[in-house]
């Protein structure tokens, strides 16, 4: 039993951590299809190694701001 506590507290965790993620980015407005569109959207083109450097760059200066 304290090994599914433990799995479900860090589901949880990790959920709390995304959303927060949202709500930073600005996406918490967002429609949820919509979002999710944009989150598989960018998925895709993360597949590209150019494109998701850039996307670490994006996120590194948003958590410096």
Do not use: C, S, Y
């Amino acid at each position: 039993m304290n090994a599914r506590r433990d799995e479900r507290r860090t589901d949880a965790h990790l959920k709390i951590q995304l959303g927060g993620l949202i709500v930073k980015a600005g996406l918490a407005a967002m429609p949820r299809d919509q979002l999710l569109g944009l989150l598989l959207d960018g998925k895709e083109r993360a597949r590209d190694p150019d494109t998701a450097e850039h996307f670490v760059r994006l996120g590194e200066k948003a958590f410096r701001e």
